[in-house]
């Protein structure tokens, strides 16, 4: 049995008459093979199954109420005092019950039988201690299948947070990433420049990507790659000549998926933070690589050494927490500044990843290879 016909065997309402059988049969056995045991050879395994079958009405009698009424109406409810007192009342009945039953019903049925070493003590505590027993039992069932439940929907109500969280973060990269983009269109908008046409067709393929291909979980690595070739042709629009910048990628893009807007933002804080503040010439050099389902990718930007780099802004932050959501253990991010450069390697293991490719680390399943800052 599966553990997706466990779990329906164990709670679907299907299978709720089958399961109070399956129960009782069970623990009329084992209590049977325990008292043939503790017997010492006085009854036999048949007679004990016997006696348990007749003590059946009995302890469904005692059990059920706890399970179907004081439990859910006071216990699971938070009332503890008075379920406290139930249960001693409840004790206490058990006792009357235990008698009146042997009294009236079992210790006749045995002398009917004409069995021979009846227990005929109309108080005999070993009967009163199988009806609570069982009791005990249901009640712990109960409460298991009870915390199972809430700890389902716990689960459930944390998956819709995180799900509901990363989309929060994309949102959240969306904004940030267009602000700053459209306030260089509008610097040549205002000079009237021809460029500005072409700029608000890339702008306009940006836009595309963020509101189609950013609404699934993963996208192409490619598109994620063009789209940082974009960004990159729209800032060296905006400085010029005054810009170097160095773009190299290695290995094979295609027939990988990435979650979207992870490697951008990085590309975005470089402009944005860096070069935008250097003083004289700016650089910025971005490698990728891509080896099996190993995903590099390696940004390296000049600074004003006078001017601290932001190592928490919005959008790197955003990143941070979605990389740790959706790439638990599967990524390495590292973030150095130096007096006049910044540097950001960040590596992803791919969720398609298959061992043969590439070597795994067995502590994090990292490959063994580390990015060099």
Request: glycine residues 4%; proline residues 5%.
């Amino acid at each position: 049995m599966n553990t997706s016909s466990y779990n329906s065997f164990i709670f679907s309402p299907s299978y709720r008459v089958l399961r109070h059988i399956v129960f009782w049969v069970l623990y009329t056995f084992v209590t049977a093979t325990i008292l043939t045991s503790y017997s010492q050879g006085q009854w036999n395994l048949g007679r004990t199954l016997f006696q348990g079958l007749l003590w059946l009405p009995a302890r469904i009698l005692y059990c059920y109420p706890l399970m179907y009424w004081a439990m859910p109406q006071y216990l699971l409810k938070g009332r503890y005092a008075r379920f406290g007192i139930i249960i001693f009342l409840w004790a206490i009945a058990g006792t009357f019950l235990n008698y009146l039953y042997r009294v009236n019903f079992f210790i006749p049925v045995q002398e009917a039988l004409h069995y021979k070493n009846i227990v005929r003590d109309p108080w005999s505590p070993g009967s009163y201690a199988l009806i609570t027993t069982a009791a005990g039992l249901t009640c712990i069932i109960v409460l298991f299948k009870h915390w199972y439940i809430k700890q389902q929907e716990w689960m459930q109500a944390e998956k819709g947070k995180v799900t509901a969280e990363l989309q929060l973060l994309k949102a959240q990269v969306h904004p940030h990433f267009l602000f700053n983009t459209l306030n260089n269109i509008y610097s040549f908008s205002l000079e009237n420049s021809p460029k500005t046409p072409g700029l608000i067709l890339k702008l306009s393929s940006l836009l595309s990507y963020m509101l189609y291909d950013c609404k699934a979980e993963e996208v192409r690595l490619e598109k994620e790659i063009e789209i940082m070739k974009n960004y990159i042709d729209l800032e060296k629009e905006r400085y010029g000549n005054k810009i170097e910048i160095s773009w190299e990628i290695e290995g094979e893009v295609k027939d990988k998926n990435i979650a979207p807007l992870l490697l951008l933002p990085f590309l975005e804080n470089a402009f944005k933070h860096g070069t935008s503040e250097q003083l004289e010439k700016p650089w910025l050099s971005v490698d990728i690589s891509v080896k099996g389902n190993t995903v590099k990718c390696k940004i390296v930007n000049s600074k004003n050494e006078f001017v601290p780099v932001s190592q928490n802004g919005i959008g790197i932050e955003n990143v941070k927490k979605r990389l740790a959501f959706i790439y638990p253990g599967k990524h390495e991010l590292k973030i150095s500044e130096e007096n006049n450069f910044f540097v950001v390697s960040l590596l992803i293991v791919l969720k398609n990843y298959r061992k043969q490719q590439t070597g795994l680390s067995p502590v994090n399943n990292l490959p063994v290879e580390k990015i060099e800052s």
